[in-house]
């Protein structure tokens, strides 16, 4: 929660449950809720799994972590498939940070049985673009939505416009 509250818009992080880009109360309870009801996994209740990003610094120890923000991976409806969606603090933007934490839930997905791993944003959301297309996600743009897939069987689902 404060890694959401002190890094990042709400947003970024949160449907618009409240108007305007506060951090309000509703919001708070909405995003721990999301991860209390979320800890069973894929095949719990809500077949969604959230795991907080966490960055090492220094030497690694415990005491050099921090989280810097969050990933969830969920059933899509069609089988084989995972949605991903993912959030982080502004200032571990752009270091490599969401790569690594995206190559993980592939992974994760991958040994969940998933052969399709998607992922939505906005075309003006040029980072996250990017940092999907660089772990191996095609991209279909569609106005201002943005399609990414990813083909865990060995190739990414192509880019179209």
């Not at 951090?23 to 999301?34: G, K, P, Q, V, Y």
């Not at 095949?43 to 030497?59: K, L, N, Y």
């Not at 200032?91 to 992922?119: C, H, I, N, P, S």
């Amino acid at each position: 929660m404060v890694a959401a509250r002190d890094g990042a818009s709400p947003g970024e992080v949160t449907p618009p449950i409240t108007p305007g880009e506060e951090w309000t109360a509703e919001r708070i309870e909405w995003l721990r809720t999301l991860h209390r009801e979320r800890r069973a996994g894929l095949d719990g209740p809500a077949q969604e799994a959230t795991w907080a990003v966490i960055e090492f610094v220094g030497d690694g120890g415990r005491d050099a972590e921090r989280v810097v923000g969050a990933v969830r991976l969920r059933r899509a409806g069609e089988p084989g498939v995972l949605e991903m969606e993912f959030w982080l603090v502004r200032d571990a933007r752009g270091r490599g940070v969401g790569r690594e934490a995206a190559q993980l839930v592939v992974e994760r997905a991958r040994e969940a049985g998933a052969v399709v791993v998607r992922a939505e944003a906005t075309s003006a959301n040029g980072g996250v673009l990017a940092l999907l297309r660089a772990v191996g996600f095609g991209t279909v743009v569609d106005g201002e939505r943005i399609v990414a897939e990813r083909d865990l069987r060995g190739h990414a689902t192509g880019d179209r416009t």
